[in-house]
């Protein structure tokens, strides 16, 4: 007669067991992926702040060179392709359950859009006689602002971040008419 009292007592044990033991990894796993891919989003993004300071020194050498369209319009275009391809990457990526945003992420994007805002900021009297500048940097906010939009998508909170650190900034990016930047930070 105790026997299946035991047997259902220990029956019970085991599946709780099971299911706590199993709920354990499920957790860890959340939080291994939103680690790795906020790696995989830095790494993007470093890749990214070294082809933009490349490609901000070229423009900047092309300027001190009577620049025209046909020598700063390939430079835009680069430009705008390298942003677009870490666009691509990071909105590949598969936003985790836990979408944390991160000072890491934010303090590279900030540092990527200073360092551009400053060095193109520098050239726009050098650059004024190229024809079509505007729609080179209407391209260019065009592909910045969906490169804010994919980080945003993928870690909710970080616009706020990256703003915070751009309030300085704010007025170079009003000087080269990147509205659609300014608007997706918020400044």
Known sequence: ???????SVLSLF???A???ASASPVAETEV???KRQEAEVIAILTELHTQTLADAAAIVAASALA???ETITPLFDTLVAHINDATTAVTALEPSAKRQSSDDVAALVALILTDLTTTLDGLLTQLSGVP???????GLDAALNQLLKGLEGLLAGVLNLVATLLVNVAQL?????????LASLGL
Do not use: D, H, W
Request: proline share 6%; no cysteine.
């Open 1 to 7: 007669m105790q026997f299946p009292r035991v047997l």
């Open 14 to 16: 085991f599946a709780f």
């Open 18 to 20: 099971f299911i706590f």
């Open 32 to 34: 291994s992926v939103a």
């Open 67 to 69: 620049p025209t369209e």
């Open 132 to 138: 079509n500048i505007g729609v080179l940097f209407g």
């Open 173 to 181: 990016l009003r000087n080269l008419a990147l509205g659609l930047t």
